[in-house]
């Protein structure tokens, strides 16, 4: 084809000329599709928002049902199928379905009452009594069933355990009562004088009971069960008078589950603790004031669930729960006032248990009913019920309703909705005296080995670790990537950073997955051995660097001149890794000659710490190389994007590079340079993997580096896939989740603010 002079006007390329000016319709097709990719852009961010307030929605949906208020709704007033006296200080129980209530009466009979609409059921006698009264009852709660412990006006004790038979028939559920007589003996063969109080626990060794026959006399039961190779097991029954020298006289007694302590309260208001842990041998322990007002009579004394806290009732109407510990300082275990609760208006009459955890549950005669959990130390639910004479109550065995026994005979039914007693934000962040600890103290433990376990929710150890780690983290990250980006940026030759960053950028890809596994795998047994050496090495390279760039300068300026400038980086690698292994020899010389040959050893003695393989060292290396390539991109691309005219104004004035990178380009790039910081900062917080495979995942609340942590995001992942789900704990680690939620979001929020707050300094550079 022949070039003409249009074709050489259009671009001498010898192809036909493309018109300089666009159709209307192009015009409008491009507009068209500029709108759309707009609409997109704002319907993707809209999207993302809308995510992250769904994720919201949802964490908040699975945390409100733990900050509801606890209530109690009355079902109604249940009367026994005819006249049925309570026995003295006689419990009263239900079924775990709630369709039976159960008492002793005065006259020696169970009695069973209907709490649905199932027919009444007759009065069970209970053999063997003789026709002697009913003076004194407890009851003592086994895995198999419930027992009630009889004491007779003839000075016997009868066990009687009580357990429910579910059948079906017809589609429907039929609880039926099965009670089993025990064999009954005597509490005072001699004198038969009536028990006036009673308590019972079957510990390991056998049955122990403890009953009161005289207003300061005691006597304590212990059968010994002899198993025998041939014929059957002998039962060997041992009493033990115990006469108490006291003001007043007894009013209360209670026993632990295990039979090693004896609790005795008395008219003048004193708790009496006796030692039963030698056979043979009661030794008064202490002696403690334990009412809320001085001389007030202590009625009622109460073990929760697991047998560690004791509950005190006075005639003041005060509630209060100690526990036996040993404080600091102080050689022996004493009983020590824990928490005091709300109190009643008149003498607390009445307390019950529940089977499931740490709550319980006082009545007072006027009807006044208070539920109250010990952990917290929090009374949840008051309650008045409207029939007179109030004598007994009890927590139901799924801990879902209350029933209360009156003078008559009858019993109130109430439902109890409380799933969630131990949350509070005092047990979520503060300090809560736990059972066994010696003071209140922040703890994370949310199973155990049995089923009285206290479980301890507190997320301040979870948040303590999570700020810990991202803080070692970024004490190791933050100086190598920031420097580093400044000397990529303003020093190195422009064909070695075309390799470096990109190199650098790859880093970020990394699993933390794969940088969490070599860390727990390899880089902590690799750390343990060196740990002098690791703090000898920052020492020792900023001196090699140091001597070397003084002989450097001291070279002659042909020799200087071979190496291109931005390259100087070969040069000190040697003298790094001369440095480094400089170090590694001084660390052995010094854990040698004076650390005794064995850092960790040292550390325990000198200084108290303790050195656990996976720690905050080993996490602060990993994690840190796994956000050094965040911080170093962001900053690289800040400093990067500084005008170059103010780079030669400063060279122009005299200035020099390092003046000039330092005075001039780091300010300016300031506001790039902190939201770096910031977006490694919220990865360090965000981590898990690493920070589960690299620490021993132990909630401690300790800033030494040698020991472990636990981090919220951690906790997270190993926890929620065990956790029932509705359950408390399921649901305070849906509350974890909100708390990094919000953490992430204030400091992304301080961030922008702090980086509006310097573009607006440095702008006008």
């Known amino acids: 084809m022949a070039v003409t002079s249009e074709t050489l006007k259009a671009g001498g390329s010898g192809l036909p000329a493309r018109p300089l000016l666009q159709t209307r319709q192009q015009t409008s097709r491009r507009l068209g599709l500029d709108r759309w990719a707009g609409r997109l852009v704002v319907l993707g961010g809209v999207t993302i928002i809308a995510s992250i307030l769904a994720i919201l929605a949802v964490i908040l949906v699975e945390v409100y049902p733990m900050f509801e208020t606890p209530h109690a709704a009355l079902v109604g007033l249940r009367r026994p199928a005819g006249p049925a006296e309570p026995a003295p200080t006689s419990p009263v129980a239900a079924d775990e379905y709630r369709e039976i209530a159960y008492l002793v009466t005065a006259e020696g009979a169970l009695t069973f ?124 029954a041992r009493l033990e008078p115990l006469a108490l020298a006291i003001d007043g006289v007894v009013t209360a007694v209670r026993v632990d589950e295990r039979g090693d302590d004896l609790f005795v309260g008395t008219s003048t208001g004193r708790i009496l603790r006796y030692d039963l842990r030698e056979q043979g041998s009661v030794r008064l322990a202490e002696v403690r004031e334990a009412t809320s007002r001085s001389g007030a009579a202590v009625t009622e004394i109460g073990l929760l669930n697991g047998d560690r806290t004791v509950v005190i009732g006075d005639a003041a109407g005060g509630v209060s729960s100690w526990q036996v510990v040993g404080l600091p300082g102080e050689g022996e275990r004493r009983l020590t006032r824990i928490h005091q609760f709300e109190g009643h208006q008149g003498p607390v009459v009445a307390f019950s248990p529940s089977r499931r955890d740490k709550g319980f549950v006082t009545a007072d005669p006027t009807g006044g009913i208070r539920v109250h959990y010990a952990t917290s130390g929090r009374t949840l639910i008051s309650l008045q019920a409207e029939h007179p004479g109030l004598r007994a109550v009890a927590i139901a065995p799924k801990a879902d309703g209350l029933v209360s026994l009156h003078d008559d005979g009858a019993v109130s039914h109430w439902t109890l909705a409380n799933p969630h007693p131990e949350i509070t934000l005092q047990t979520l962040f503060g300090a809560v005296w736990y059972e066994g600890y010696a003071g209140p103290d ?324």
């Open 113 to 236: 009452i209907a709490l649905n609409d199932r027919a009444p059921m007759p009065p069970v006698p209970v053999p063997g009594l003789g026709g002697a009264r009913v003076t004194a009852v407890t009851s003592w709660v086994s895995k198999e069933g419930v027992w009630y412990v009889i004491g007779t006006a003839d000075g016997r004790i009868v066990p009687v355990e009580i357990k429910f038979e579910v059948t079906y028939e017809g589609g429907r559920r039929a609880v039926v009562p099965v009670p089993a007589i025990g064999e009954s003996s005597f509490l005072d063969p001699e004198q038969r004088r009536p028990v006036q109080r009673l308590t019972f626990a079957h510990t390991g060794a056998g049955p122990l009971a403890a009953g009161q026959l005289g207003p300061r006399e005691l006597v304590i039961q212990t059968i010994v069960e002899k198993k025998a190779l041939i014929g059957e097991s002998k039962r060997e």
């Open 442 to 765: 922040y703890v994370w433990q949310s199973h155990g080995g049995t089923d009285d376990f206290e479980a301890k929710y507190s997320l301040t150890p979870l948040a303590f670790g999570t700020v810990k780690g991202t803080l070692y983290a970024l004490l190791f990250a933050v100086p190598i990537a920031l420097l580093a980006a400044l000397y990529v940026s303003e020093f190195m030759h422009p064909t070695m950073k075309s390799y470096v960053k990109p190199v650098v950028e790859v880093m970020a890809a990394l699993p933390s997955v794969v940088l969490g596994f070599i860390a727990g795998l390899w880089l902590a047994p690799v750390v343990e051995r060196v740990v002098p050496a690791l703090f000898v090495l920052p020492v020792v390279v900023a001196v090699a660097i140091l001597i070397a760039a003084a002989l450097w300068r001291g070279l002659p300026a042909t020799l200087r001149g071979r190496v291109r400038p931005g390259t100087e980086m070969f040069v000190v690698i040697p003298v790094v890794v001369v440095a480094g292994a400089t170090a590694l020899w001084l660390g052995g010389v010094i854990e040698d000659r004076f650390l005794g040959a064995d850092y960790r050893r040292w550390l325990l003695s000198a200084l108290g710490f303790t050195y656990d393989q996976r720690n905050s060292l080993v996490v602060g290396i990993a994690m840190g190389f796994a956000v050094i390539p965040i911080i170093f991109t962001i900053a690289e691309d800040s400093l990067a994007n500084v005008p170059q005219h103010l780079r030669a104004g400063s060279l122009a004035l005299g200035a020099t590079r390092w003046q000039t990178a330092l005075r001039v380009v780091l300010p300016t790039a300031s506001p790039g340079i902190f939201s770096a910081v910031m977006i490694g900062f919220g990865r360090a917080v965000g981590e898990t993997m690493i920070v589960l495979m690299a620490t021993g995942n132990t909630p401690v609340m300790e800033w030494s580096i040698f020991n472990g942590f636990r981090a919220l995001s951690a906790n997270i992942a190993v926890e929620l896939p065990e956790a029932p789900v509705g359950h408390t704990h399921y649901r305070v680690l849906f509350l974890a989740a909100l708390l990094l939620f919000c953490l992430t979001f204030l400091v992304n929020t301080v961030a922008e603010l702090v980086r509006l707050q310097l573009r607006r300094r440095y702008r006008y550079l």
